[in-house]
RNA sequence: CGGGCUGUAGUAUACCGGCAGUACGCAUGCAUGGGGUGCAUGUAGACCGGGUUCGAUUCCCGGCAGCCCGACCA
């Protein structure tokens, strides 16, 4: 992609009202653009983001046997009246259409997998089953904050799996919590992110949440750094500490952000939707049930909070929108560009992904911009270089430089980046 | 949903009860060309409704919007 033509530009401030850092580093970058308060637009760049974080999850959700699908956004009033959840949620979105007709916009889609799952299980051999989408969620935050880290519209990975019985339930939700580390380790915010005990789950003292460390966090939760392991405020009582093992001199106070959850349904959804099997003695038998879910702007967010500098945005090379920013600071016609060019060509022929800053610009300019937009590597082609034909490769993380020949820049990256 | 604050060009801001100013951006030209360069010219603005007033962007009331604290929540 040749940064002329990249529709957004980069902006010296952010606006006033945002106070997040990730929300003024993504819209100054040009990744998002406000439209009201919670919700967001998604830019090229930004989503380029999104579909590698994407990407990063379905192939960990389908190492476990995860199948995709799409669910809608509008959801029948009567699903939600079966559970009781039509006047029990506070967030619930409520739409009216011209013939009167009430709908939800769905915050969440127990109330539409469960009957459709009914449809096609039956018997103990449609079991287990494990269906995942990603999709837009709506929930009526009284008050949206902290940039993309809490919206009211946002995109989600949720998934839900079917069981016959506890035992096999156990069984995924291991599985789910083993992807989700993987997941948030690929993602490149593994080390701070912490399996932490918190309330919920139906059918269990606790639910799973994946908490990231960070100040921009909303939830206070107790870490026990060796152990990996972690407890929300809202749960946190000695018999829990007891029954987990944890000593209280080894837990340290953070402040930390909810970057996925993995929960316990057991029948709470099943039953009301009468979601059953046959068992091998043709008994009649509930479905056990989890969900899992995983909110792919509020990920963008705080790896931004957690790895963005004073300059700028820090990509993990897994979800960075382009793997290379590559500057040109040749004159308009000049032997530097065309040089520039040549490697643009034969980086993007070789499925290297590119951000190509082609514009007549000066270097400060040009270097300031790709600090901000946080490409995890960048290449420059200028006079100090030129004469020996080499070019200037620098990690966005790292000061030092080293110079290459093009020749060598293709094959390094052709090689890591297929 | 309770409490507080704020609405001025695309962005950041200034001043003012009497023709709204600056910087960045954007456009044009010349110079410049390895860390947001310089000069010139141009472009564009008072959230909406009502009230007070000779006159309101300014004061008052209402609405709407945004932000912050709290409660709630992925």
Redesign the pocket.
């Known amino acids: 992609m040749r940064q002329s033509q990249l529709f957004t530009?980069?902006?010296?401030?952010?606006?006033?009202?945002?106070?997040?850092k990730n929300a003024q580093l993504l819209i100054?970058a040009g990744y998002i653009h406000?439209e009201?308060?919670?919700?967001y637009s998604y830019l090229p760049l930004g989503l380029r983001v999104i579909k590698k974080i994407e990407s990063v999850i379905r192939n960990e959700i389908e190492k476990i046997g995860g199948i995709e699908l799409l669910l809608p956004s509008f959801h029948p009033k009567e699903n939600w009246e079966k559970t009781g959840r039509w006047n029990s949620m506070?967030?619930l979105y409520k739409v009216t259409d011209s013939s009167k007709r009430e709908v939800a916009l769905g915050?969440?889609h127990e109330e539409i997998i469960t009957p459709l799952a009914k449809e096609f299980i039956s018997s103990y051999k449609d079991l287990p089953a494990a269906l995942y989408q990603f999709q837009t969620?709506f929930?009526m935050?009284?008050?949206?904050?902290?940039g993309?880290?809490?919206?009211?519209?946002?995109i989600?990975k949720d998934l839900y799996s079917f069981h016959r019985d506890q035992k096999y339930l156990d069984r995924f939700y291991e599985k789910a919590k083993s992807a989700y580390t993987e997941i948030f380790k690929k993602i490149g915010i593994g080390e701070k992110t912490f399996l932490t005990f918190?309330s919920?789950g139906s059918f269990s003292k606790y639910s799973h949440?994946f908490q990231t460390l960070t100040g921009a966090g909303?939830?206070t939760i107790y870490v026990d750094q060796k152990r990996g392991l972690a407890v929300n405020k809202?749960v946190y009582t000695d018999a829990l500490l007891k029954e987990l093992g944890l000593k209280k001199g080894d837990l340290v106070e953070e402040k930390a952000?909810?970057?996925g959850?993995i929960f316990n349904l057991g029948s709470k959804f099943s039953k009301p939707f009468g979601l059953t099997y046959k068992n091998e003695a043709g008994e009649e038998t509930p479905v056990l049930m989890g969900c899992y879910?995983i909110?792919l702007?509020?990920v963008m967010g705080t790896v931004v909070e957690v790895l963005g500098d004073e300059?700028?945005i820090v990509w993990p090379e897994s979800i960075a929108p382009f793997q290379i920013h590559l500057i040109s600071?040749?004159?308009?016609g000049s032997a530097i560009e065309k040089s520039a060019e040549e490697l643009y060509v034969g980086l993007t022929k070789n499925d290297v992904s590119v951000l190509f800053d082609d514009r007549?610009?000066?270097?400060?300019?040009?270097?300031?911009?790709?600090?901000?937009i946080g490409i995890p590597y960048?290449l420059?082609?200028?006079?100090?270089?030129?004469k020996e034909g080499r070019v200037?490769l620098?990690k966005r993380t790292e000061e030092k430089?080293s110079l290459h020949t093009k020749e060598e820049l293709i094959s390094r990256f052709t090689k890591i980046h297929v």
């Open positions: 530009k980069t902006r010296r401030n952010a606006p006033t009202d945002e106070v997040a100054r406000k009201m308060a919670g919700v506070d967030d915050p969440t969620k929930r935050e009284l008050r949206s904050k902290s993309i880290l809490r919206g009211r519209e946002f989600m918190a919920g949440e909303e939830d809202e952000i909810e970057v959850n879910g909110g702007g509020r300059k700028g600071l040749g004159e308009k007549d610009l000066r270097a400060g300019e040009k270097f300031a911009d790709a600090d901000l960048r420059v082609l200028g006079k100090e270089t030129h200037e620098k430089t």
